[in-house]
């Protein structure tokens, strides 16, 4: 499958085997070094299995964009091999990519569960956990949005044998992970945390990628023509977030997927080269470029109201002081809960 010949672009093999490498001898050997009685190697352990995590995740959406192989079906296989080193493998690759594909075609954030509604709908503690959760940092929305998908067959009445999948599913990863803590619960421990932070470092990107409109769907009924969406809507309500365009390493902790406005103009270009692709369009300074640094502030700050909010704030222009203060940013719009 890793032949030269069979990458969409030539350029394509260098980086994505050995990245692809990475991940999938990275995980095993992190998840292997965190049952060690040394801590420095759980330390190194903890760091493979963190980036693998988010390398792995970062991949489903370069495979749903058929960014790697030439042939679909392949890109479609290892997708779903993505999806099973982090956890994502009860939704099937191929509804991953039909909600993710709408996100682009439609210009929203087309999204399959109203966790904002539930949490309002719920009883007073629900909610009031879900609040204490989120101001401690804990992702309690994305794990909402995790366990819909994983009831949304039984919920829905789907087939048996699509309700058997997700039992499957569940028994296996049950299994690996009781495994795991009876054989080490300090691992099972820090492969937590390390699942923790992976959730973590994919929701700040997606809470700041988008001043988009928001719309849980199920099916396919289409988003409302409320407004035009064209592709001068599509720039101005996408922002690039990088460390900093000359952060080659560090953009790389989420194979450059905070080169977002690139992505959007062509789709289709492979992490390996968005950096590239941005400079050749946008040059070195671009309105829609809202650093990683610039961003965290509101991420702290509207923590807890954006579980709640409707709004995704604005971004002032570049020559304002904090520009990004008001950013209150989406919550639950993770390509990995889309189906």
């Known amino acids: 499958m890793l032949f030269p010949a069979t990458f969409r672009y030539a350029d394509g093999p260098a980086p994505n085997i050995a990245a692809l490498a990475f991940t999938l001898l990275g995980f095993p050997l992190g998840i292997a070094l965190l049952t060690a009685q040394s801590w420095s190697l759980n330390a190194l352990g903890f760091v493979l299995v963190t980036l693998t995590l988010i390398w792995s995740a970062y991949y489903i959406h370069e495979f749903a964009h ?18 099973w080193i982090n956890g994502s493998c009860f939704a099937r690759f191929a509804d991953l990519r039909r909600k993710h594909m709408r996100h682009h075609v439609e210009r929203a954030d087309v999204i399959t569960f109203d966790a904002r509604g539930f ?3 719920s009883p007073a503690w629900f909610q009031a956990t879900v609040v204490a959760l989120e101001w401690a940092y804990f992702p309690a929305v994305e794990f909402l949005m995790r366990g819909f998908v994983m009831a949304k067959p039984f919920m829905m009445k789907d087939p048996l044998p699509v309700r058997l999948r997700i039992i499957a599913i569940a028994v296996v990863r049950l299994a690996a992970f009781a495994a795991l803590g009876v054989y080490s619960p300090k691992a099972l421990l820090l492969y937590f945390v390390a699942y923790l932070l992976f959730v973590t470092v994919l929701r700040f990107a997606d809470c700041f990628q988008h001043t988009y409109d928001a719309y849980p769907i199920l099916g ?21 977030n990088v460390v900093a365009l000359e952060s080659f390493w560090l953009n790389l902790l989420w194979l450059n997927f905070g080169y977002h406005n690139a992505h959007h103009e062509r789709p289709t270009v492979p992490w390996h080269r968005l950096p590239a692709y941005h400079r050749e ?7 829609q470029v809202v650093p990683v640094r610039t961003l965290l502030r509101a991420f702290h700050d509207h923590r807890v109201k954006r579980v709640l909010s409707d709004d995704y704030g604005k971004v002032l222009e570049p020559t304002a002081p904090r520009r990004a203060d008001g950013f209150v940013g989406a919550v639950g719009v993770s390509f990995l809960t889309a189906v």
């Open 220 to 240: 396919d009924a289409p988003i409302p023509d409320d407004k035009v969406r064209d592709r001068a809507y599509e720039q101005s309500n996408t922002y690039t």
């Open 119 to 121: 949490i309002e709908k």
């Open 281 to 287: 369009i946008y040059g070195d300074t671009y309105a």
């Open 66 to 83: 058929q960014a790697i192989f030439k042939d679909a079906a392949a890109n479609d296989s290892w997708g779903t091999l993505m999806s």
